[in-house]
Nanobody, 124 residues
């Protein structure tokens, strides 16, 4: 019931940083757990990270832990993904998604609303 639009993707060299933004509309933003997923060429979609409705708790995939940081600004209806120390393996289409469940449920099927995705390409 919430519409999501990602932005901030692009081309970056390995070791560089990008910040993705996801702006929500259509429903009150603060009620949702927000997640980030990605799908690399030839691979299935995978969980990247998620942040609780209040922003007080986060969860990350092991592959990005320590490099990526999710945050949110409920006043702006926006969730962010700060990506540092990017690697070629991070190349993928990144999606934000909204869930009415908590951080204990971060499967794809737990998220009912999805953005269209934004491409991140990391070159060596």
């Amino acid at each position: 019931q919430v519409q999501l639009v990602e932005s901030g993707g692009g081309l970056v060299q390995a070791g560089g940083s990008l910040r993705l933004s996801c702006v929500a509309s259509g429903r009150p933003f603060s009620i949702y757990t927000m997640g980030w997923f990605r799908q690399a060429p030839g691979k299935e979609r995978e969980f990247v990270g998620a942040i609780s409705w209040s922003g007080g708790s986060t969860k990350y995939a092991d592959s990005v832990k320590g490099r990526f940081t999710a945050s949110r600004d409920n006043a702006k209806n926006t969730v962010y993904l700060q990506m540092n120390s990017l690697k070629a393996e991070d190349t993928a289409v990144y999606y934000c998604a909204a869930s009415r469940y908590g951080l204990g449920s971060v499967r794809d099927t737990d998220f009912g609303d999805w953005g269209q995705g934004t491409q991140i390409t990391v070159s060596s």
